[in-house]
């Protein structure tokens, strides 16, 4: 990977998590996996609803989930089993009157597919890129 390459992915990585704060910040319930998950969405500044997709039956979330918030933002890991869950908890929160965005779990997905395979690495990840980067620069001045 180029630099340049790394400043746009940074970029473009920063962006998705405005737009996951400004729809959380919006009303939209967050769907994640685990625990750790939800502490590395806090530790990205997202203060609004993480619900765990993993502490009750998966269509008993996604009902309870759709009663409470008109937008829910699936983000499950790009694993085999999380890309399962996101297909499945898409199409309950959906038959239950949702409108559901798995739009931000697929631009994320592609920007770190190669580097990290789940959510509670999202954070460490921003980080170290922009420290890797901003080492770049300052070397290059």
Request: aromatic share 2%; hydrophobic share 40%; charged share 30%.
């Amino acid at each position: 990977m180029s630099v340049l390459e790394d400043m746009e992915r940074l970029e473009q990585l920063e962006e998705l998590v405005l737009e996951l704060l400004q729809q959380s910040e919006e009303g939209a319930a967050i769907i994640v996996e685990g625990k750790r998950d939800r502490r590395a969405l806090r530790e990205l500044g997202i203060t609004g609803p993480v619900k765990l997709g993993t502490q009750k039956s998966l269509l008993e979330l996604c009902e309870e989930v759709a009663r409470e918030y008109d937008t829910v933002i699936v983000l499950t890991d790009w694993d085999e089993n999380g890309e399962k869950l996101a297909r499945l908890m898409a199409e309950f929160l959906t038959n239950a009157g949702a409108t559901v965005n798995t739009d931000i779990r697929q631009r994320l997905k592609a920007l770190v597919k190669k580097r990290i395979k789940d959510i509670e690495s999202l954070n460490t990840h921003l980080f170290n890129l922009r420290v890797e980067l901003n080492t770049m620069n300052s070397n290059s001045i």
